[in-house]
Structures are given as C-alpha cells and as structure tokens.
T-cell receptor, first 114, second 115 residues
Framework: AQSVAQPEDQVNVAEGNPLTVKCTYS??????LFWYVQYPNRGLQFLLK??????LVKGSYGFEAEFNKSQTSFHLKKPSALVSDSALYFC????????????FGAGTRLTVKP | EAGVTQFPSHSVIEKGQTVTLRCDPI?????LYWYRRVMGKEIKFLLH????????ESGMPNNRFLAERTGGTYSTLKVQPAELEDSGVYFC?????????????FGPGTRLTVL
C-alpha cells in the first residue's frame, strides 16, 4: 500500500527567502504525486502533480516540486516566499490500482513572516 | 464552472445523534471520493464512487457510516449514531472518469463536531 510522510509539522520562513516543504513517499510501482494547499476556511486546492517526464514540476503560484526517485521524495519549493503563502500543505500519492484513492500526509503548516 | 460543493460547512451535534453530509461534485465527474481529516492527522480515504456504484469503501471506519450516491450525481454521507471520535473535517472530491493520473478536485469540507 502507498503512504506519504511529511516530516515537519511546521515550517517558518521569512518573506523573500526560499522555502521547502518536505515529502517522502512509499508506493509499489510508479508513483503519481500531488501537492495540495489549504488556506484558512477554504478547501484543498490543487498545486501541482508529477506523473512522468521532467523531474522538476512547476505549478500554481510560483511553486515547484522535484521528484527524486532514488530518495523517494517530492519536496515542494518556492524561490521567494510571500506572506500570502502561509497555509497548510498536503502531499499525496496515488498508485495504479483498483480504487484510485490517494494517500495523504499529515500536512505541514507553512508560516511566512514579513 | 462550479467547483465541488459541500453542505453544511459546519455541524455540531451530540453523541448519539444522526448527521447527514452532502457533496455535489463538479458536473460530469463520475468519480466521487470521501475523505476525513481528524484534528492534526492525515487526510484519510473513506470511499470511492464511480457514478452510483461504490468502487471501494475500504476506508469506512465502521457500519455507523453510510454513503450513497443515488443517480450518480450528488452523494450523502450519514453518520448514525455519531460518536465523539467521528469529529473532524469531511472532504469530498471529484474527478472525471479516466486514469489514475486525473486530478481530484476538493470541496471546502464539512467540519463535524460531536459533543
């Protein structure tokens, strides 16, 4: 069965600095990896996904993520953080199977301080 | 295009009562999923509909939870009787009928509090 780990409950960065939110996964077969963001009082919003191809995936709001097969990681990055990026970030993995459900991490709360 | 909607946004009930949550997927999306997030924990899969059929309900906690999707449009998730540990945020998501790689689009969630 597939699983995801987000090792950090909380990440704090200063505005303008680069940010990284970590994610590692475990899956049988090819992984399909996703990042979602949840702003306060809002639902989960899709940020980006890795299916195949280039290991560096670019998504919404200037975010990108790098798929690293050898380290089974899919860390979310942004070169210059904004205060408005403060939110809860979830990594998720799916694998080809009968149910197509996704497995999520516990989430990482990102706080960007001015 | 309207997104996934969920009703109610919040529900506070007492232990032993019944609550029904509703999800309206994006029009035309045959896949519908229910998830739950208990405070501070990961978002956990509950079940998956393809049209009106339950494709996978392996994540349903117990028989106090009943999900339906009559007609293959909106879905309801009933908890009867509710227990304290059922508190959490219940998310619904939908996607078009296709492959594993399709993005799931989530609703805003229903926050359920059982007192």
């Amino acid at each position: 069965a597939q699983s995801v780990a987000q090792p950090e409950d909380q990440v704090n960065v200063a505005e303008g600095n680069p940010l990284t939110v970590k994610c590692t996964y475990s899956v049988s077969g090819n992984p399909y990896l996703f990042w979602y963001v949840q702003y306060p009082n809002r639902g989960l919003q899709f940020l980006l996904k890795y299916i195949t191809g280039d290991n560096l995936v670019k998504g919404s709001y200037g975010f990108e993520a790098e798929f690293n097969k050898s380290q089974t990681s899919f860390h979310l990055k942004k070169p210059s953080a904004l205060v408005s990026d403060s939110a809860l970030y979830f990594c998720a993995v799916r694998a080809l199977g009968n149910n197509n459900d996704m497995r999520f991490g516990a989430g990482t709360r990102l706080t960007v301080k001015p | 295009e309207a997104g996934v909607t969920q009703f109610p946004s919040h529900s506070v009930i007492e232990k032993g009562q019944t609550v029904t949550l509703r999800c309206d997927p994006i029009s035309g999306h045959d896949n519908l999923y229910w998830y739950r997030r208990v405070m501070g924990k990961e978002i956990k899969f509950l079940l998956h509909f393809v049209k009106e059929s339950k494709q996978d309900e392996s994540g349903m906690p117990n028989n106090r939870f009943l999900a339906e999707r009559t007609g293959g449009t909106y879905s309801t998730l009933k908890v009867q009787p509710a227990e304290l540990e059922d508190s959490g945020v219940y998310f619904c998501a939908s996607s078009p009928l296709g492959g594993t790689t399709d993005t799931q689009y989530f609703g805003p969630g229903t926050r359920l509090t059982v007192l």
